[in-house]
């Protein structure tokens, strides 16, 4: 759902138009709490800029601060991976809905934890900036 310029947007209201879009393409219930959990995470740590302001610095301190967090074990692998994979999807939304247009150089690695213990295939680096 493309709802006009994102970029004087809040990153809150891109989450909420975001969710809308996974219910829309029948993604259950469960799931898309789950999404918004995570994201309202990702928001809270971050604040509730505007989506122009959003950077690649933003999701590594984020990811490295979750990897760092109370918590080890497969239980807490599982959910750093599950929210870089997220965060990673809702940029690359926010890409495909024209809300974000301007790429850096700048990249985010996925997170130490996940490169250490599995064998991680990835298509390459995930890269943006506004």
Not at 1 to 26: P, Q, Y
Not at 68 to 81: K, W
Request: charged share 25%; with cysteine; glycine share 6%.
């Amino acid at each position: 759902m493309k709802t006009g310029s994102m970029k004087e947007v809040f990153l809150s209201n891109a989450k909420d138009t975001f969710l809308f879009d996974c219910r829309v393409i029948g993604i259950d219930a469960e799931t898309i709490d789950a999404y918004s959990a995570a994201l309202a995470s990702f928001i809270r740590f971050t604040g509730n800029i505007l989506v122009k302001d959003l950077t690649p610095e933003h999701v590594r301190v984020y990811i490295d601060n979750l990897s760092d967090g109370p918590s080890e074990g497969d239980e807490h692998t599982r959910a750093v991976i599950g929210h870089y994979a997220l965060i990673h999807e809702w940029i690359r939304w926010l890409y495909a809905q024209k809300f974000l247009t301007k790429r850096s150089n700048d990249h985010v690695e996925p997170p130490r934890l996940l490169t250490r213990r599995f064998a991680v295939r990835r298509a390459g680096p995930m890269q943006y900036s506004t």
